[in-house]
Nanobody
Framework: VQLQASGGGLVQAGDSLRLSCAASRRTSSNNGMGWFRQAPGKEREFVAAISWNGYDTYYADFVKGRFTISREYGANTMFLQMNSLEPEDTAVYLC?????????????????WGQGTRVTVSS
């Protein structure tokens, strides 16, 4: 499975971005998916996850109320709507396909990873 993340860019604080993640085949339609991010000099951290059917979603505390994860049911595409962006959100955002139908918050819960898309938020 290959994952392609897109939608990143350079924005100002308070702006919005919508990230997309496309998987190469339908394997991901039966699996949970998630977003992680990695800022320069920091470890990779969980951002959001969604179950295989889109019914269950999970968020890191620092993005609750600002970010929304979604997916096209049965398709290979996942999204992350990011509103009210802050400079602290600057990072490379990576999408991943989980090992099971319900995605977890740990990196070990995921089997496939994309290369990421860079988000830079200026103050």
């Amino acid at each position: 499975v290959q994952l392609q993340a897109s939608g990143g860019g350079l924005v100002q604080a308070g702006d919005s971005l919508r990230l997309s993640c496309a998987a190469s085949r339908r394997t991901s339609s039966n699996n949970g998916m998630g977003w992680f991010r990695q800022a320069p000099g920091k470890e990779r951290e969980f951002v959001a996850a969604i179950s295989w059917n889109g019914y269950d979603t999970y968020y890191a505390d620092f993005v609750k109320g600002r970010f929304t994860i979604s997916r096209e049911y049965g398709a290979n595409t996942m999204f992350l709507q990011m509103n009210s962006l802050e400079p602290e959100d600057t990072a490379v955002y990576l999408c991943a396909v989980a090992r099971r139908a319900v995605a977890g918050t740990g990196a070990d819960d995921y089997a496939y990873w994309g290369q990421g898309t860079r988000v830079t938020v200026s103050s």
